[in-house]
Structures are given as structure tokens and as C-alpha cells.
């Protein structure tokens, strides 16, 4: 069973939630599913991630960071504005509203707190910087960045000259903008958004999958979060022939033969480690 769930922050940002399997909240583990720079929870695969992932022994929760540019229309890009203004930090402390909504019971009483982390692209490094403020007992990256400040100087010098950074939506064709607050949070908070860090205090399983022909996110930087991985239990899966979202789109029609291995083992991983 599916059932939406609607939070203010203490900023008065709304926060868009959907439970799946909430019937087995009190005796399932839980994952929690967060989305990356330009998604959003009901973007192509997630529902369908969710909905597999609840299906086969989880409770799973997935949101929508409150400036993704989501409004009231749940596919589409309405709040341009609100997305202009996000920041990482931003989004860091709602990752961590989620995780103590969870551990406080807010979505019903449990009788287990294990909880996994499935991050894919930005999303991914925003998981890994929740395991330095919560204890996290598996994180999965799907096409996870290494690195928030990923703009060359002449970008930076033109961002703070306009006082944005513009640039084309290629499924949409809307022109999105991010404000001087997203570049201004990550040259000032270096060290609280350190992902190397973080990546190196999380000694956690840690399953990383990334396509080898991803434009987007090259997967070298899934080769240097591994390399900075000081865990027992982590691994590492390069998938040939596929690209940032494993062949999925949005709309999304119908699963692929890459997303239903990187369900397979995204599946086999938390059944591991979180049961």
C-alpha cells in the first residue's frame, strides 16, 4: 500500500513524501530513496523502484527535496523559482528531517531501525554526507558525483557577474537557473560538505553501480568514491552499454535488462546487510 505524506520544515518548505509497503512498516526494514539534481520522486524509474523494492522485503520511503521544482503538478517542473535558491546544504538537512522522521516513528511504530540509503547522481554524494551527522547501516550509490564544485573558473566568474548560472532542461527545454546561494554554499561550507570525508568516516556496506557510458556523471567519480571507501564491505559494479539512468526515462514505459540488474543487486545488497 501507498500513502502520501505532506511536512513543513521549521523554514515553513514543504516536503513531499510517498510510503510504499507502509502496511510492513512495524516489521521491515526501511530504504529511503533520494532523488538527484533535476529529479524528483516520481521521475521515471523511482515509482517503479519503490514499488519493486517494497514488493521484495522493505518498507521505502522516497520524498522530493522542497526546492526541486515541485509544486502541486507531481511530473513537471513548476517552481523554477524555489529552484533557483536550492543549496546543498539545504538539501543535506532534509535528507537528515527524513532519516529522524523515520527513526522517531513519525510514518508508524517499528519494530526495526535498520535503514539503508539509495542516492542516485547528486543524491548519492547528499547520502554520503548524512552518514557523518546518523548512523546508516547501508548505502547504495546509483551514478553518484565525487564532487559538488563542478564549474570551471570562466563558469564561477560569469555565475557571479549574472548573479545566476543558466542553462537548458534537455527533456523539457525549460531554462533552469541556479542563484549565487548554491555556488556561494559550496565554496564557504568546504568542510561540512566534504565528501571524502564523509566517504572515509562511513565504514558501512557500500554498494556503488555506475554505467560505463554515462555522459553525465562520468564513473570514474564512483571509482574515486571507492578508492576513498575505507569499508569491509564494499563494491563496486561498472554496467557496459548504459548510461545515467540505466535506460529509463520519463515518462517512464517499462523496466529495462539494465535497470532490472540494478534493481537485482540493489535488492541482494540491502537483503544482506539489512535483514
Known amino acids: 500500500m501507498q500513502k502520501e505524506f505532506l511536512i513543513k ?3 515553513d518548505d514543504e516536503i513531499q ?4 509497503g507502509i502496511e510492513n ?3 521491515l526494514p526501511c530504504i529511503l530513496c533520494i532523488h538527484g539534481f533535476k529529479g524528483f520522486k516520481d521521475w521515471g524509474f523511482w515509482p517503479f523502484t519503490c514499488k519493486y523494492l517494497s514488493e521484495n522485503g522493505f518498507f521505502v ?10 509544486g502541486s503538478n507531481p511530473t513537471e517542473f513548476t517552481e523554477l523559482v524555489k529552484f533557483a535558491s536550492d543549496t546543498v546544504s539545504m538539501e ?3 535528507l537528515l528531517i527524513m532519516i529522524d522522521l523515520y527513526n522517531n516513528n513519525y510514518f508508524g511504530k517499528k519494530s526495526s531501525k535498520r535503514l539503508g540509503l539509495i542516492g542516485h547522481s547528486r543524491g548519492g554524494a547528499v547520502a554520503l554526507l548524512s552518514t557523518m551527522k546518523r548512523n546508516i547501516d547501508a548505502v547504495c550509490l546509483w551514478a553518484a558525483i565525487s564532487d559538488f564544485d563542478r564549474y570551471t573558473d570562466h563558469q564561477k566568474i560569469n555565475w557571479r557577474k549574472k548573479g ?3 542553462f537548458q532542461n534537455s527533456r523539457t527545454k525549460q531554462m533552469m537557473k541556479l542563484n549565487l546561494t548554491y555556488l556561494d554554499d559550496i565554496e ?7 565528501l571524502e570525508t564523509s566517504i572515509r568516516n562511513y565504514k558501512n556496506p557500500l554498494l556503488i553501480i555506475h554505467g560505463e557510458q554515462d555522459l553525465t556523471v562520468r564513473h ?9 571507501s575505507e569499508s569491509s564491505e564494499k563494491k563496486i559494479l561498472f554496467i557496459p552499454n548504459t548510461g545515467h539512468t540505466y535506460g529509463a526515462q520519463h515518462p517512464f514505459d517499462k523496466s529495462n535488462q539494465v535497470l532490472d540488474s540494478v534493481l537485482k543487486n540493489t535488492k541482494e545488497f540491502f537483503h544482506k546487510y539489512l535483514n
Not at 61 to 70: C, E, K, P, W
Not at 221 to 227: G, L
Request: charged residues 30%.
Open 9 to 11: 520544515t521549521k523554514n
Open 17 to 20: 513524501i510517498s510510503a510504499f
Open 25 to 27: 512498516i512495524n516489521s
Open 61 to 70: 520511503l522516497s520524498f522530493n527535496f522542497s526546492h526541486n521544482g515541485i
Open 92 to 94: 543535506l538537512d532534509e
Open 164 to 166: 545566476f548560472l543558466e
Open 188 to 194: 564557504k561550507n568546504k568542510d561540512r560538505l566534504n
Open 220 to 228: 570514474k567519480e564512483s571509482k574515486q568514491i571507492f578508492d576513498w
